[in-house]
C-alpha cells in the first residue's frame, strides 16, 4: 500500500438524497453540499448522481433532458427544469 500523502483518489462515494418536490431549491442545495464534500466539480457526475434518484414523477418532468442532455451544463439544467416546475406548488404552499 502507498503512503504518499499525494496519492490521487479515484473515486468518493456521494450519498444522494431522495429528491425532495416540495422544496427543490432546499433539496438542491443538500445535493451541491454532497457534491462539496465528495470533491465533484464536474457537471456530467452530478446530472447522473441526481438523476439515479428522481422517481417517475420527476422523470417525466425532465425525460427530455435526459435523453439529451446538453453539452454545457447538464446539472443545471435539470436543476433549472425541476426548480421551475414546482416552484408555482411551493408558492401557493406558503399562501
Request: glycine fraction near 2%.
Amino acid at each position: 500500500m502507498c503512503n504518499d500523502q499525494s496519492a490521487n483518489i479515484a473515486r468518493v462515494a456521494v450519498k444522494a438524497p431522495p429528491f425532495w418536490r416540495a422544496i427543490p431549491a432546499l433539496c438542491f442545495r443538500q445535493m451541491e453540499s454532497q457534491f462539496t464534500l465528495a470533491g465533484v466539480t464536474s457537471e456530467i457526475t452530478k446530472f447522473h448522481h441526481i438523476v439515479a434518484v428522481f422517481q417517475p414523477e420527476e422523470l417525466e418532468v425532465v425525460g427530455d433532458i435526459m435523453l439529451n442532455p446538453p453539452a454545457d451544463e447538464p446539472y443545471d439544467a435539470l436543476r433549472k427544469r425541476l426548480c421551475s416546475q414546482y416552484a408555482d406548488s411551493e408558492e401557493q404552499r406558503l399562501i
